[in-house]
């Protein structure tokens, strides 16, 4: 009878998740979308692209697109809005007997 030492099978591997271009720049522009909109429109773009390369799907920087260009897009009608409603009142004000003495 042959001896049956054998050496201890080899650990696995730990699971590696793998890491594609844009993902950690996808989560940074969600991140920035909230924050500055322009800022994370712009880099949710860059890390879809990066991502449609390579041929993966990129969930945060499509979302970092979405959000970034419709809070961006929100902000610019409140400003527009604001605006239109009180520019006139300032105008008024700054050429009225108070506003703007010596001007």
């Given amino acids: ?3 049956k030492t054998s050496s201890p099978a080899p650990a696995p ?3 590696v998740t793998p890491e594609y271009p844009g993902q950690s720049l996808g ?3 969600l991140v920035f979308a909230f924050v500055l909109p322009l800022v994370g429109l712009v880099l949710g773009v860059i890390a879809y692209n ?3 390369k390579v041929g993966v799907v ?3 920087a499509r979302a970092a697109v979405i959000v970034g ?3 961006l897009a929100a902000g610019l009608l409140i400003y ?3 605006v ?3 520019g006139p009142a300032l105008l008024q004000y700054m050429h009225g007997p108070w506003g703007m003495r010596g001007f």
């Fill in 69 to 71: 260009g419709v809070i």
């Fill in 80 to 82: 527009v809005a604001w």
């Fill in 13 to 15: 591997a730990p699971a």
């Fill in 50 to 52: 990066w991502s449609k």
């Fill in 1 to 3: 009878m042959a001896d």
């Fill in 27 to 29: 989560i940074t522009g």
């Fill in 84 to 86: 239109i409603a009180v």
């Fill in 58 to 60: 990129n969930g945060p």
